[in-house]
């Protein structure tokens, strides 16, 4: 059984450039990720907070109320990380 599993540093050491590909794909994958998270949290609570009844069609008041959420959703994010820009920025 040992032997179905990889021995120790067999096959993993990556010269420098698979590394840099290797990080820049996970960086790229944790932003996807992120997104996602994003996405599913704002339709939560935006749908929370706008959708009083389930029909088949969703009214004009629910459409805007959701518009709406969503965009002040993003609106606070982008503030924030800006913020959080200038703040590192400052203390370096």
Not at 18 to 33: D, H, V
């Amino acid at each position: 059984m040992s032997s179905l599993l990889p021995k120790q540093n067999s096959n993993l050491d990556f010269d420098e450039a698979t590394q840099k590909e290797l990080g820049k794909f996970l960086e790229s994958e944790n932003a996807r990720m992120r997104l996602q998270q994003s996405i599913h949290t704002f339709t939560d609570l935006c749908w929370d907070k706008c959708i009083n009844k389930i029909s088949n069609k969703i009214d004009r008041g629910e459409e805007t109320c959701l518009t709406n959420c969503v965009e002040r959703f993003l609106d606070t994010s982008l503030f924030i990380v800006k913020r959080l820009e200038e703040t590192r920025k400052n203390l370096s």
